[in-house]
């Protein structure tokens, strides 16, 4: 038990300390290497927990997707709509990554590399994710699921690319946030969801999102 523990402490040490190398200086710059030196292991203890860099971006990727989970559950007294939830999902991941230019630029860079974005999104366990990707509806099969995830991934990817060089054409990152939402619900639903009357003109909750502490990154102390 002991010995799991210990493991479980170090995994979550090197993507704790490999999210502040990412802020600081992006993810093709920040070397395995330099990983382990922050945090005082061996490479052959590094490879242990993470065979590859990529399987530690997946990690980082995956906690934050956890991290907004825990988040909606704990703000959604008044959204009671799995639907909702999946909305505040797809609100709070979005204002969050473009609230910082640190991480809106690490995001940009993952996107703009099409086989690492590819090999980090379509092989994240979303299953695990409580409102994510179709799970709000159990009559959907595996195989429409799957494709509404494709329909999914590839609208995030290119509107987040838009956005970050026309970024003149949004009024704030939140505005940006709910135009994604009012999209993705119109991928699932095949109908219009007002995102801007259903949360923005809800003050509590976007000064929730807005300190929500949740972050795909570190960011280090100036």
Do not use: W
């Not at 993810?27 to 290497?33: A, R």
């Not at 630029?105 to 179709?134: C, H, M, Q, T, W």
């Not at 991928?187 to 929730?208: G, Q, R």
Request: glycine share 2%.
């Amino acid at each position: 038990m002991n010995r799991y523990k210990k493991g479980l402490n170090t995994c979550n040490y090197i993507v704790e300390e490999s999210k502040k190398l990412f802020y600081t200086k992006g993810y093709s710059k920040t070397t395995i290497q330099e990983i382990c030196d922050n945090t005082n292991i061996t490479l052959g203890n590094f490879t242990y927990y993470f065979k590859t860099k990529q399987d530690l971006l997946r990690r980082v990727y995956f906690d934050y997707l956890k991290d907004i989970e825990n988040f909606v559950v704990e703000n959604s007294e008044e959204y009671p709509d799995l639907f909702d939830k999946y909305l505040m999902v797809c609100m709070v991941y979005n204002y969050n990554l473009f609230a910082d230019k640190n991480i809106s630029d690490f995001n940009y860079s993952i996107i703009k590399n099409n086989s690492l974005y590819n090999d980090v999104f379509l092989n994240l366990p979303v299953e695990e994710i409580r409102f994510a990707y179709g799970n709000f509806n159990e009559d959907i099969s595996k195989k429409e699921l799957k494709l509404l995830y494709l329909s999914d991934l590839g609208t995030r990817k290119e509107l987040t690319q838009y956005y970050v060089e026309n970024e003149e054409l949004f009024d704030s990152p939140l505005d940006f946030a709910a135009h994604m939402a009012e999209i993705v619900s119109r991928i699932y639903k095949a109908n219009d969801v007002d995102v801007k009357e259903k949360f923005l003109n809800n003050p509590d909750f976007i000064e929730k999102i807005k300190n929500s502490g949740v972050t795909l990154l570190t960011p280090t102390e100036k």
